[in-house]
């Protein structure tokens, strides 16, 4: 068990180092959603690889640190409260839901986003080298 939990969190640490700078470079805003409650210990992993720019990257977890009303589903009210904040800090940006991307290992969550109109890749923990080429294919 201990050995499958590493190569995820391995699997998902290679697969979020490479794309997440490469988006910044890009001017691509950035945000952390998430239902865990560890948002502290994700801010500081986030420290940790991009010292640079990881004060800008908004995270939405399961801390009750924020609140948003509208849709309740998935990860969606995540997404639309890490958006206002990003929106506070770059009033210029124009973010829509085809100009959104969620990348998440729950399906489920995947689902709700592409049924609420957000571009969405399922990261599958067990096929993670199809990330780039599922990416490629929304270009």
Not at 11 to 26: D, G, M
Not at 42 to 67: T, Y
């Amino acid at each position: 068990m201990g050995r499958v939990y590493r190569r995820n969190v391995q699997l998902r640490a290679a697969y979020v180092s490479t794309p997440i700078p490469l988006a910044h470079q890009a001017g691509i805003q950035i945000a952390v959603v998430t239902f865990s409650p560890q948002v502290k210990t994700i801010s500081q992993v986030l420290e940790h690889l991009f010292p640079n720019f990881a004060s800008s990257i908004p995270i939405r977890g399961h801390d009750r640190s924020w609140a948003v009303e509208g849709c309740l589903h998935g990860k969606q009210p995540h997404m639309a409260s890490a958006i206002e904040e990003i929106y506070s800090n770059v009033p210029d940006v124009e973010i829509t839901r085809n100009s959104t991307l969620l990348v998440d290992d729950d399906d489920n969550n995947i689902d709700v986003a592409l049924n609420e109109g957000v571009r969405a890749i399922w990261l599958d923990p067990n096929h993670a080298d199809d990330f780039f080429d599922d990416v490629r294919q929304l270009m």
